[in-house]
């Protein structure tokens, strides 16, 4: 069976869809919050690599560990999913730069597939253009050797895959509605920022989940049969 590491960077922002999908195929999850636990011993054969309000342009020092472990990880072509920081730190592992973008994003985006998006064994089995949900101030440039497959507005790079199995989604395809609260209320600064209420988060989110949750699914399937 094979044996999946999420890293978790704040309690509150969990694998969501992807362990709901993990869980259906039998398949269980070990758990690191980083800046407590410290990293496992190694990355599985797959691995998820969460959210979370920081930076990892922070001068923390367990941020330079984490980016050094997923390098590692990643030069070992090893299956990795990225998730908003977690796509972050990918992409600064692979030495692109992350920088802040134009304005917050938060809340359901639009985005749009790229040509290498439509045809990729994920993204391509979707729609051209779909919603996805958004908690992010930061944005990354194309890591070497990766290949965009997403992009909105305000984020002209949304989604990457670096190599066949290493995916970086500055979106969030896991989100649950418990997790929409979650956000809603430990980062409501943000919200206040961005002049939305959580409300009106929670209102656009919530009938596109399912959808999100079926990418969830599809990644995860694809991920977990690469791992043979």
Request: glycine residues 10%; negative net charge; hydrophobic residues 45%.
């Amino acid at each position: 069976m094979p044996r999946v590491v999420c890293l978790q960077h704040v309690p509150f922002e969990g694998p969501g869809a992807f362990a709901e999908a993990l869980t259906k195929r039998g398949v269980s999850l070990e758990y690191f919050l980083v800046p407590m636990d410290g990293l496992p011993k190694d990355a599985g054969d797959l691995l998820i690599v969460m959210g979370g309000p920081m930076s990892v342009n922070d001068p923390d020092q367990w941020i330079a560990e984490e980016t050094t472990f997923i390098r590692s990880a990643l030069l070992a072509g090893k299956p990795v999913i990225g998730v908003c920081l977690g796509s972050q730190f990918m992409a600064k592992a692979l030495g692109a730069t992350v920088r802040p973008g134009q304005a917050l994003e938060i809340g359901m985006t639009p985005v749009r597939l790229t040509d290498k998006g439509k045809t990729d064994p994920v993204f391509g089995a979707g729609p051209e253009s779909f919603e996805v949900f958004e908690w992010h101030g930061e944005i990354f440039d194309l890591p070497q050797d990766s290949v965009s497959l997403a992009g909105s507005n305000l984020a002209p790079l949304q989604a990457f895959r670096h190599g066949g199995h290493a995916y970086g989604l500055l979106f969030h395809l896991e989100m649950e509605e418990g997790g929409i609260d979650s956000l809603c209320r430990e980062c409501a600064p943000d919200l206040m920022k961005a002049r939305l209420t959580a409300q009106q988060v929670k209102a656009a989110a919530l009938p596109q989940l399912p959808h999100l949750h079926e990418m969830a699914d599809r990644l995860i399937g694809h991920l977990l049969h690469s791992t043979g």
